[in-house]
T-cell receptor, first 114, second 114 residues
């Protein structure tokens, strides 16, 4: 099983550029999440989705946008890249929104903004 | 508000030593879940264990053991006879029973020296 797949694994952007981080899962999970991990820190939630067509903000949504047109895909878009967005980005999924479910994480995308 | 404190930022041990990673949490929920995740140098997040707030039994899995004490709001993780492959950042994570939202500690970086 592929689980949660993120692409690309690494990317360098210039300030002001835009890009989309891709995330897809093959487990038919309803809930999907985007996190960022800054150096020496735990993960912080950017956006989440409870199903196709429904998204909502997490703890640190500024500078990002998401969409969820299908159950499988949950892309994260950076419109105007800023150095503060240099981070490692993780996508995750769970079958439902109930507490206590281990989240299935992708391998991460390491993004540098220069 | 929920909070997870991992007071040990970095720990170094010599191979075969035992090591305990501390985790203290704060929550107003009466039902909640605690997790430990491992992040090896390759960067992925690996789920290790989940406990719910009603189950205070300690657990042992091979060289790993977990000590959950509600009285002190702690969920400590011990690795017995550490190995170089245990070198990683370990995260303690908290979630409420009715919530998908995870609160991460800042992580403890464990280095096992051969």
């Amino acid at each position: 099983n592929a689980g949660v797949t993120q692409t690309p694994k690494f990317r360098i952007l210039k300030i002001g550029q835009s890009m989309t981080l891709q995330c897809t899962q093959d487990m038919n999970h309803n809930y999907m999440y985007w996190y960022r991990q800054d150096p020496g820190m735990g993960l912080k939630l950017i956006y989440y989705s409870v199903g196709a067509g429904i998204t909502d903000k997490g703890e640190v949504p500024n500078g990002y946008n998401v969409s969820r047109s299908t159950t499988e895909d949950f892309p994260l878009r950076l419109e105007l890249a800023a150095p503060s967005q240099t981070s490692v980005y993780f996508c995750a999924s769970t079958p439902t929104g109930a507490g206590g479910q281990p989240q299935h994480f992708g391998d991460g995308t390491r993004l540098s903004i220069l | 508000a929920q909070k997870v404190t991992q007071a040990q930022t970095e720990i170094s041990v010599v191979e075969k030593e035992d090591v305990t990673l501390d985790c203290v949490y704060e929550t107003r929920d009466t039902t909640y879940y605690l997790f430990w995740y491992k992040q090896p140098p390759s960067g992925e997040l690996v789920f290790l264990i989940r406990r719910n707030s009603f189950d205070e039994q300690n657990e042992i899995s091979g060289r790993y053991s977990w000590n959950f004490q509600k009285s002190t709001s702690s969920f400590n993780f011990t690795i017995t006879a550490s190995q170089v492959v245990d070198s990683a950042v370990y995260f303690c994570v908290l979630s409420g029973a009715g919530s998908y939202q995870l609160t991460f500690g800042k992580g403890t970086k464990l280095s096992v020296i051969p």
